[in-house]
């Protein structure tokens, strides 16, 4: 009983949106133009994003951080969905002219469809990815591409960095990554990739592309430590397309 109680808080904290608003944890660090794990999810996508002319729908879109990539290839309009209120409020501040949802996916509103969503790292902090399939889908214009990244399992469970790390087990093979890092403690759900490909295919999702999103040369440059994972995933990028 005490190891599914201790799972069910582990998963409590891995799903709770204000854990971005912690006084502890400080993103506007991570998130500044020059962060390298910023540029790091920017190389990869620059290349594969296909927006221009199109809707853009940024789920988890923290303090912007996608929002000068997005304008720059060329996206039409571009709206967010952000649960953090901090994270929120900064983003509204630095980009004024994009609306901001306050609030998390489940809540969003329907109000209208996009041609395209983003989501960087999101969909570790959602218990239920079915129903976040689902609901993308009806905020998608018919065969609307979905560009998801999530994180690599194998990586994020690997001692690095001398970040302290506990691994509790919520079944059907996917872990609660409790993860201490200098800028703070951070809970994420790490599932295998399977697990995103059997779900978006169950929501009428075409997986489209998948590109493993390993250290790039500009990326351990600036960020020596992660040469220990050259040519290993620390993400994947899974592009989808809406069947309907």
Known sequence: MESKNMNKDYLSKATNPLQYDSDILDWEKEGLKDSPTRLFFQEYLEKYLDVRGKTVLDIGSGMGQLFPLLKQLGASEIQGI???HHNAEISKKLYP???IYQGTL???PVSRLF???????VFEHIEDISSAFKKIGTMLASHGVLYLIVG????HITPRYGYKLKVVDIGNDAVVMETTRPLGVMYDILRPLNHYLET???NLFSLENHV????TEAFMNSEPKYRAFAGNP???LLIFKKNT
Not at 115 to 121: E, I, L, Q, R
Not at 212 to 215: I, T
């Open 82 to 84: 952000e649960p953090s």
């Open 97 to 99: 002219d994009v609306p």
């Open 106 to 108: 489940a809540n969003a």
């Open 115 to 121: 041609d395209a969503v983003t989501t960087v790292m």
């Open 152 to 155: 690599d399992k194998q990586y």
């Open 200 to 202: 978006a295919q169950k």
């Open 212 to 215: 493993e999103l390993k250290p």
């Open 234 to 236: 620390i993400c994947h």
